[in-house]
C-alpha cells in the first residue's frame, strides 16, 4: 500500500489494486443504511425477565454475552427490537456514548443503541470500522465534555466517504484482522493476570495461617512462615534528594515512574532538597487514596537509578531486593493492602490519610524468612510480571498502529 498525498476524498495509504480509483463518494449514513433504536420493558413487571431472549445494553455492544434475559412477552409487550448477529451496534447513551459494536449475540436492543444496517453495495464491516475511527471527533463535536447522549438523526447525518464496494472490503478485512490480533493479545493479557492473582491467592498464606496452599517443593519441610512485623523487612533510610535526581510520581498500574512522562508535566515544588530519595529496589508508600485504594499504594521501584519523590511518602529500604519484591506482589492486592492498612491509618479533613512511617512498619506479616524461599517467589512472581508486561506493551502498541493506519486508510472529510 503506498503513500500517496491526502486530498479531499482520497485517502493518504491505499492498496495497490484501487491506486488509480479516483476519488471516494461521500455520502450521508441514513442515505446508505436503515436504522433503529429499541426500548426497555417496564421493570416491574417480573414477567417480561428472566427468559431466554439477550437484552443487549449499551455496555454490552462487543460482548458475547449479556446479564438480562427477556421472556417472548416481555419483548412483544415492549418497544424493544430484536438485532441479528453481525449487526451494527452504535451506544448513544451515558458513559458509552460513540462506543460502536458487531453485535456478536441475536437479540434485543433498548433506546440506548442505535442499531444500523447497510444497503446492498455498502459493507457492514466497513462502516463499523469508520465509525469506531471518528468516535472521538463525533464525540468532541456533540457531547459536552464526553458526556451527554447522541441521537440516532445526529448519526444518520454523519457524513461517510465510501469507495467501490471492493475496496471496501478489503479495507474492512485488514483492519479486522488487525482487531483480532489486538482482541487474541489482549485476551492473552487478562488470562495472565487473572492467573497471577489466583496465584497469589495460593502463594501467600491466608488469613489466620502460617503455611500457603501452594509452595516449592524444596522449602515443603521447612515449617512454617513466621509471622513479623514488617519493620522487620523493611527500613527507613531517610535519605533526602543530591540535587541531582529527577522527581517521579507513584501509580496503581504504572508504578515508579517519571513524574513528566506520566503527567506530563512537573507538579514538584521549586524547592525540592527536602525530597525522599529512593534507591532502586526501595519500597515507597504513598499515604494517599487512590481508586480502590482507600488508604494508599505500596510500590516497589524498578527504576534503576535513585529518584526523588514527595517528602509526604514513605521511602523504605528492603532487607534485600527479593523480600521487597514479595512484598510490592503481596500489596498489588486491594484487598490485602486494605486489611492491613485499615486497622492503623486515621482519616483528617478532607479525607487525608494520617499515619507515621512507624506506624505503617507496625503491623505484622507472614512472609517466608529464608532467603531461598524468598529469591524463588520473587523468581517467579518476576517471570509472570514480564510476560504481564511485555503483553500489555504488545497491546499498547497494537492500538496505536491500529488508530494510525485508520487515519491514513480513510481520508480527511471538509
Same mark, same amino acid.
Given at each position: 500500500?503506498?503513500?500517496?498525498?491526502?486530498?479531499?476524498?482520497?485517502?493518504? &495509504?491505499?492498496?495497490?489494486?484501487? #491506486?488509480?480509483? @479516483? *476519488?471516494? !463518494?461521500?455520502? %450521508? /449514513?441514513?442515505?446508505?443504511?436503515?436504522?433503529?433504536?429499541?426500548?426497555?420493558?417496564?421493570?416491574?413487571?417480573?414477567?417480561?425477565?428472566?427468559?431466554?431472549?439477550?437484552?443487549?445494553?449499551?455496555?454490552?455492544?462487543?460482548?458475547?454475552?449479556?446479564?438480562?434475559?427477556?421472556?417472548?412477552?416481555?419483548?412483544?409487550?415492549?418497544?424493544?427490537?430484536?438485532?441479528?448477529?453481525?449487526?451494527? &451496534?452504535?451506544?448513544?447513551?451515558? #458513559?458509552?456514548? @460513540? *462506543?460502536? !459494536?458487531?453485535? %456478536? /449475540?441475536?437479540?434485543?436492543?433498548?433506546?440506548?443503541?442505535?442499531?444500523?444496517?447497510?444497503?446492498?453495495?455498502?459493507?457492514?464491516?466497513?462502516?463499523?470500522?469508520?465509525?469506531?475511527?471518528?468516535?472521538?471527533?463525533?464525540?468532541?463535536?456533540?457531547?459536552?465534555?464526553?458526556?451527554?447522549?447522541?441521537?440516532?438523526?445526529?448519526?444518520?447525518?454523519?457524513m461517510i466517504p465510501v469507495?467501490?464496494?471492493?475496496?471496501?472490503?478489503?479495507?474492512?478485512?485488514?483492519?479486522?484482522?488487525?482487531?483480532?490480533?489486538?482482541?487474541?493479545?489482549?485476551?492473552?493479557?487478562?488470562?495472565?493476570?487473572?492467573?497471577?492473582?489466583?496465584?497469589?491467592?495460593?502463594?501467600?498464606?491466608?488469613?489466620?495461617?502460617?503455611?500457603?496452599?501452594?509452595?516449592?517443593?524444596?522449602?515443603?519441610?521447612?515449617?512454617?512462615?513466621?509471622?513479623?512485623?514488617?519493620?522487620?523487612?523493611?527500613f527507613e533510610h531517610k535519605?533526602?534528594?543530591?540535587?541531582?535526581?529527577?522527581?517521579?510520581?507513584?501509580?496503581?498500574?504504572?508504578?515508579?515512574?517519571?513524574?513528566?512522562?506520566?503527567?506530563?508535566?512537573?507538579?514538584?515544588?521549586?524547592?525540592?532538597?527536602?525530597?525522599?530519595?529512593?534507591?532502586?529496589?526501595?519500597?515507597?508508600?504513598?499515604?494517599?487514596?487512590?481508586?480502590?485504594?482507600?488508604?494508599?499504594?505500596?510500590?516497589?521501584?524498578?527504576?534503576?537509578?535513585?529518584?526523588?519523590?514527595?517528602?509526604?511518602?514513605?521511602?523504605?529500604?528492603?532487607?534485600?531486593?527479593?523480600?521487597?519484591?514479595?512484598?510490592?506482589?503481596?500489596?498489588?492486592?486491594?484487598?490485602?493492602?486494605?486489611?492491613?492498612?485499615?486497622?492503623?491509618?486515621?482519616?483528617?479533613?478532607?479525607?487525608?490519610?494520617?499515619?507515621?512511617?512507624?506506624?505503617?512498619?507496625?503491623?505484622?506479616?507472614?512472609?517466608?524468612?529464608?532467603?531461598?524461599?524468598?529469591?524463588?517467589?520473587?523468581?517467579?512472581?518476576?517471570?509472570?510480571?514480564?510476560?504481564?508486561?511485555?503483553?500489555?506493551?504488545?497491546?499498547?502498541?497494537?492500538?496505536?498502529?491500529?488508530?494510525?493506519?485508520?487515519?491514513?486508510?480513510?481520508?480527511?472529510?471538509?
Open positions: 500500500m503506498p503513500d500517496k498525498q491526502t486530498h479531499d476524498h482520497i485517502p493518504a &495509504l491505499r492498496f495497490p489494486e484501487f #491506486a488509480n480509483d @479516483g *476519488e471516494w !463518494g461521500v455520502k %450521508r /449514513l441514513g442515505e446508505i443504511s436503515t436504522s433503529f433504536s429499541g426500548g426497555t420493558p417496564s421493570a416491574s413487571n417480573k414477567d417480561y425477565y428472566g427468559g431466554t431472549i439477550p437484552f443487549i445494553r449499551s455496555g454490552e455492544i462487543n460482548s458475547d454475552h449479556t446479564e438480562i434475559f427477556l421472556t417472548q412477552e416481555g419483548l412483544d409487550n415492549s418497544s424493544a427490537k430484536m438485532v441479528e448477529k453481525g449487526t451494527i &451496534l452504535y451506544a448513544l447513551y451515558g #458513559a458509552t456514548s @460513540g *462506543e460502536v !459494536g458487531i453485535a %456478536r /449475540l441475536k437479540g434485543a436492543i433498548n433506546q440506548a443503541i442505535l442499531a444500523i444496517i447497510p444497503n446492498e453495495g455498502f459493507d457492514s464491516l466497513f462502516i463499523y470500522h469508520y465509525l469506531k475511527s471518528q468516535k472521538e471527533s463525533i464525540v468532541n463535536h456533540y457531547l459536552q465534555g464526553g458526556q451527554g447522549n447522541l441521537s440516532g438523526a445526529i448519526i444518520n447525518a454523519l469507495p467501490p464496494f471492493y475496496e471496501q472490503r478489503r479495507i474492512a478485512a485488514c483492519l479486522s484482522a488487525l482487531e483480532q490480533k489486538l482482541s487474541a493479545t489482549d485476551g492473552k493479557l487478562k488470562q495472565l493476570k487473572a492467573y497471577k492473582k489466583g496465584l497469589m491467592q495460593k502463594l501467600f498464606p491466608a488469613k489466620g495461617k502460617k503455611l500457603p496452599e501452594l509452595r516449592f517443593k524444596e522449602f515443603e519441610k521447612d515449617g512454617e512462615w513466621e509471622k513479623k512485623k514488617l519493620g522487620e523487612f523493611l535519605m533526602k534528594s543530591d540535587g541531582r535526581c529527577q522527581v517521579y510520581s507513584v501509580s496503581v498500574s504504572k508504578g515508579v515512574i517519571n513524574q513528566i512522562e506520566y503527567l506530563g508535566r512537573s507538579f514538584s515544588a521549586s524547592d525540592t532538597s527536602n525530597y525522599k530519595l529512593v534507591k532502586p529496589y526501595d519500597i515507597i508508600y504513598t499515604k494517599s487514596p487512590t481508586g480502590i485504594f482507600p488508604f494508599g499504594i505500596v510500590k516497589q521501584s524498578f527504576v534503576n537509578h535513585n529518584v526523588i519523590v514527595s517528602p509526604l511518602y514513605g521511602v523504605f529500604s528492603p532487607v534485600n531486593q527479593y523480600i521487597g519484591y514479595i512484598i510490592h506482589s503481596y500489596f498489588e492486592s486491594p484487598e490485602r493492602t486494605n486489611n492491613y492498612l485499615a486497622p492503623i491509618v486515621q482519616k483528617g479533613a478532607k479525607n487525608t490519610i494520617q499515619i507515621t512511617n512507624e506506624i505503617f512498619l507496625s503491623q505484622s506479616v507472614c512472609f517466608p524468612s529464608k532467603f531461598e524461599e524468598q529469591r524463588k517467589i520473587a523468581d517467579c512472581l518476576t517471570s509472570i510480571d514480564n510476560m504481564i508486561n511485555q503483553y500489555t506493551n504488545e497491546v499498547a502498541l497494537l492500538e496505536l498502529y491500529k488508530k494510525g493506519l485508520m487515519q491514513q486508510m480513510f481520508p480527511t472529510s471538509k
